[in-house]
């Protein structure tokens, strides 16, 4: 079927350690990929997105890979900021429906 | 920029009751869409609308009815409220599928039911 994995959670970091979200999709075609981000009592809002193999996103600081020999997206970043506390969807789309990951709460601490 | 718009963001209701909730985007997208966001499980589609006049289920639309009124209004109804319809509940629009177009989400809507 259709669905998105992605690494449970939560994940909690020091300031300016490097993280690592891992998703894997299953789709038939090639979906687009895509990272959302919500921050607390707030909608998702669009990270990065890629949409075609070997592409790469990239935003704030964050960075992700379409692999589709692996059929991954995993979400990287150098040096996580406490600002960077929130949760992270991870969400491929076929035509008009979209199917998000459960969600990866991240903390960051000072 | 107001973007998606969604009404009421808090609403406490008795079971039984019933409400709407409301939904208005202005980027002139074809497509709508209802979630619920409950802990641990992530976003589960209600109802979306592919385009102006027609509405198809999603994952979870039992006890729900959804009514894309025009382009821009896409309105979720909950007839007779039960608790385990207490959750957030987000409305979408995204432009047709074209090279990634993104799907934007409202602020939300906490509803508690008791």
């Known amino acids: 079927g259709n669905s998105v994995t992605q690494m449970e959670g939560p994940v909690t970091l020091s300031e300016e350690a490097f993280l690592t979200i891992n998703c894997t999709y299953t789709?038939?075609?090639?979906?687009?990929l895509f990272w959302y981000v919500q921050y607390p009592g707030e909608g998702l809002q669009l990270l990065l997105k890629a949409t075609k193999a070997d592409d790469k996103g990239s935003n704030k600081g964050f960075e992700a890979t379409y692999r589709k020999e692996t059929t991954s997206f995993h979400l990287e970043k150098g040096s996580v900021q406490v600002s960077d506390s929130a949760v992270y969807f991870c969400?491929?789309?076929?035509?008009?429906?979209?199917?998000f990951g459960p969600g990866t709460r991240l903390s960051v601490l000072p | 920029n107001a973007g998606v718009t969604q009404t009421p963001k808090f609403q406490v209701l008795k079971t039984g009751q019933s409400m709407t909730l409301q939904c208005a985007q202005d980027?002139?997208?074809?497509?709508m869409y209802w979630y619920r966001q409950d802990p641990g499980m992530g976003l589960r589609l209600i109802y979306y609308s592919a385009s102006e006049g027609t509405t198809d289920k999603g994952e979870v639309p039992n006890g729900y009815n959804v009514s894309r009124l025009n382009k821009r209004e896409f309105s979720l109804r909950l007839e007779s409220a039960a608790p385990s319809q207490t959750s957030v509940y987000f409305c979408?629009?995204?432009?047709?599928?074209?090279?990634?177009?993104?799907?934007?989400f409202g602020e939300g809507s906490w509803l508690t039911v008791v």
């Open positions: 969400a491929r789309r076929n035509g008009q429906n979209f199917v």
């Open positions: 980027m002139n997208h074809n497509s």
């Open positions: 789709a038939t075609g090639y979906p687009s």
């Open positions: 979408a629009s995204s432009a047709r599928d074209n090279s990634g177009n993104t799907i934007y």
